[in-house]
């Protein structure tokens, strides 16, 4: 892989906000038009596959936005600030990986939405990528996500009751994982 170029925080900063802008747009047009939720993941349908494009744009309420929305930013933020991490090519795996991952193995007869899968990826991808790179300032960013976030993700990848999407946060930890080692294992020829 090429040589990453340097970025500033303030270059982190605006690619998480350019980000972010839709999640938040679309979030509040969903509380104008809930309808819009349809074009969520819906496993196994072919309709379906849509969802994983749209699903990460689309929240049930308002604290659901919000709880995804602010881990979401300071993930971002870390992630496009280090170019060592292949920041856009890390994001769209993770959110594809996951959401096709949420296709394949989420519950039935029901539409998975939120950004929580991308969350997910994105904490095992910066404390896995943290062990791999062997870099100091890696190592510390993936042990402050995991004690930030790490006792969450256990919790947040197992059946559970309601409406939360467990299968959806185990796709992200999986694929944040296997992009990890897709990234930085030093072992691949």
Do not use: D
């Given at each position: 892989m090429a040589t990453p170029r340097t970025r500033t925080f303030g270059d982190a900063l605006e690619a998480t906000a350019y980000m972010l802008a839709p999640v938040l747009l679309l979030g509040v047009?969903?509380?104008?038009?809930?309808?819009?939720?349809q074009f969520g993941i819906r496993p196994r349908e072919w309709f379906g596959l849509i969802g994983v494009l749209c699903s990460p744009f689309l929240h049930t309420n308002m604290a659901h936005l919000a709880a995804n929305a602010v881990p979401l930013f300071v993930l971002l933020v870390l992630l496009f600030w280090d170019p060592h991490y292949y920041p856009r090519r890390t994001l769209l795996l993770i959110w594809f990986a996951s959401g096709?991952?949420?296709?394949?193995?989420?519950?039935?007869?029901?539409?998975?939405?939120?950004?929580?899968?991308?969350?997910?990826?994105?904490?095992?991808?910066?404390?896995f990528a943290g062990i791999l790179m062997k870099r100091f300032d890696s190592m510390l960013i993936g042990v402050a996500v995991f004690l930030m976030y790490g006792g969450g993700i256990?919790?947040?990848?197992?059946?559970?009751?309601?409406?939360?999407?467990?299968?959806?946060?185990?796709?992200?930890?999986?694929?944040?994982?296997?992009?990890?080692?897709?990234?930085?294992d030093k072992?691949?020829?």
């Open positions: 047009l969903g509380r104008i038009e809930p309808g819009i939720n096709l991952g949420t296709w394949l193995i989420g519950r039935g007869g029901v539409v998975h939405i939120g950004a929580s899968s991308i969350v997910y990826g994105l904490i095992a991808y910066l404390v256990f919790a947040g990848v197992v059946p559970q009751g309601g409406n939360v999407s467990w299968e959806g946060h185990l796709c992200g930890a999986i694929a944040g994982v296997w992009v990890a080692f897709n990234n930085h072992k691949r020829p």
